[in-house]
Structures are given as C-alpha cells and as structure tokens.
C-alpha cells in the first residue's frame, strides 16, 4: 500500500492509499507497465478514515488484478477541524468531486485504465456508489453499493432512537433539516434515487434485511425504481444480518458474487467453485442473471479455480 498525496480541484490535499497487484508496477512504486482496471474503495463514516496499514479488500482485489484505490476525501476525521467541516452539506457535491478527481488523477498518471473504474463502499458511501452512478454515470464501469442510502430524506427520518441525540450534527453534515420544506428539496436534490433514468452502468448492491441504521427499505426503493425502468440491477439480501455483514460466510458469499461481479464488467479474475456461498444465508432477489454463472456445488474441486 502506497501513500500518495492528490489535490483536489480546489486545492485540498487528499491523503489518499494506492495498492497495486505484484509485478504490476514497471520502474517505481507508482509506474505500471499499463493502465489497470481499478476499484475506488471508498471508506464509510463519513466521521472516518482510511490509514496505511493491511487492509483485507486491498489485499483480496489486488491478488484478482485490481489497482486499489482509498481517498481521504473531505469530511474525513484526522486531518484537523477545516478539513473535516468542508464536507458539511457536500454529499454528492464536493466530497464526490474529491472521488472524482482522485480518479483522474490515477488515469491521469495511467495506473487506471479509463474505461475500466468501479466505485464501491459501504453504509454512507455505499450512498458514494449510488451516486458514482446517478451523478458522474460516465465515469464508472460499474459500482457496488452495501448497505447504502438511496434517499437522504428517508435516511434521515428512519434513523434508529440511539441516533437521536446526534441529529442536528448529522442534519449539519448532510446539510438540510429535513422536517422542512426547503430541507426536503435540497435533499431530493441529493439523493440518488431522484436521479435513477441516469443509471447506465451495472450496479451491485448488497443489504441486511435487520439493518437499524439503514434500513432494507433504501436498497428496496432503489431496486424497485430500476426494475420498473428496465435498468440492470443485481440485489443481495441477507434476512440475518444488520448493518454489513458479521457471519463469516455471508462475508464470504458477498465477495464471492462480488468478484464475479468486478470480473464480469472489468474483466479479471475470480474464483470458481461454491464453497463461499456455503452456509450463508444469501438470497439474491434480483438480477442473477447479471452475473456469471454460480456454481453452488462445493466439493474437492473447488481449488480448480479462475486463478
């Protein structure tokens, strides 16, 4: 993992983390021999960061042939108080505007293969997908959403009791009170659910069916708006988690279809065989035919693999 420094287009600096697959690299640290299909792993919170350090979903997609890519946009703790204010009320404006130049930046420098970019992330940033899609939906070769609001009013006025105490900070991060008329429209205007029709790429989206934070209700909207549109859409529900997912084989499951899903629309590897879909509580409700075939069996041949 490489810390490299990107300005934004107003002049921010984003501490932001690169990982490359071994033998990729051609002369230094952040030249490769070509342009890479790259996935931006974009971190939730928002109060949160990225750091140096292993990181599981580096390590597992650049073993597929993935570049990876974490960008400590703004609205990123760590950085000082005016690094993290400037996010306030920039969902969808410039903290996405900071994603955005992150990946010019890595096409810039040809560590990214323009045509070949997905965005994926969890919780509020699975929202960072959405609107990857909704808002910029040239830029990304597809996207993967977990456990990410579609509408923020509707986050907003479904959040669990033991958020209550922290409303008005969340109302002053996202930027609108949404109990207003004027609050409601600019969150509309927000939200990537407004903007469904802009959908052109393929999108992967994965939930808890007991999510208290964001409810199952955010992917369901969504969904049914694609689906009624004829919009391509692939959705993953597990009816025993909550907020991502803590049994180690619906982890397992949800990569296993998400590698075949980045394979499918980017073009490298995954493995083959159903072990990781054993035992997990997996149903996809929608758009299996989206991905490359499945094969549930799970037997002595599953390290006969893609890899």
């Known amino acids: 993992m490489h810390p490299v420094i990107i300005k934004s287009r107003d002049g921010l600096d984003l501490i932001s983390y690169l990982s490359l697959p071994s033998g990729s690299q051609k002369d230094d640290e952040l030249t490769t021999k070509s342009p890479l299909p790259m996935v931006l792993y974009v971190h939730g919170g928002p109060t949160a960061r990225d750091d140096w350090g292993f990181n599981s979903v580096h390590q597992w997609l650049t073993n597929r042939g993935y570049a990876l890519l974490s960008v400590n946009y703004r609205g990123s703790t760590g950085f000082g108080k005016s690094f993290m204010n400037a996010g306030n009320a920039q969902w969808a404006g410039k903290m996405h505007d900071d994603l955005i130049d992150a990946v010019d930046w890595a096409v810039q420098n040809k560590i990214a293969d323009k045509e070949k970019v997905a965005i994926m992330g969890g919780s509020c940033r699975g929202y960072a997908a959405l609107v990857g899609l909704t808002f910029t939906p040239d830029v990304f070769a597809c996207a993967v959403d977990i456990v990410g609001p579609s509408s923020l009013e509707t986050l907003l006025n479904i959040i669990p009791p033991y958020w209550m105490p922290a409303l008005m900070a969340l109302q002053i991060k996202i930027g609108a009170d949404h109990t207003t008329e004027e609050g409601k429209e600019f ?109 549930n069996q799970c037997d002595e041949q599953r390290n006969k693999s893609s890899l």
């Open 187 to 295: 969150l509309a205007s927000r939200s990537p659910i407004t903007y469904v029709e802009r959908i052109k790429k393929p999108l992967l989206i994965g939930q808890g069916a007991n999510d208290s934070r964001v409810k199952q209700s955010e992917s369901d909207q969504i969904v049914e708006v694609m689906k009624q549109k004829n919009i391509p859409v692939t959705y993953v529900l597990y009816p025993d988690e909550d907020h991502g997912f803590a049994r180690p084989e619906n982890r397992l499951s949800f990569y296993a279809i998400t590698e075949r899903f980045l394979s499918h629309y980017l073009g490298e590897k995954f493995e083959d065989g159903g072990c990781d879909l054993k035992n997990s509580s997996i149903e996809i409700k929608h758009g299996e035919e989206f991905l490359p075939k499945i094969d």
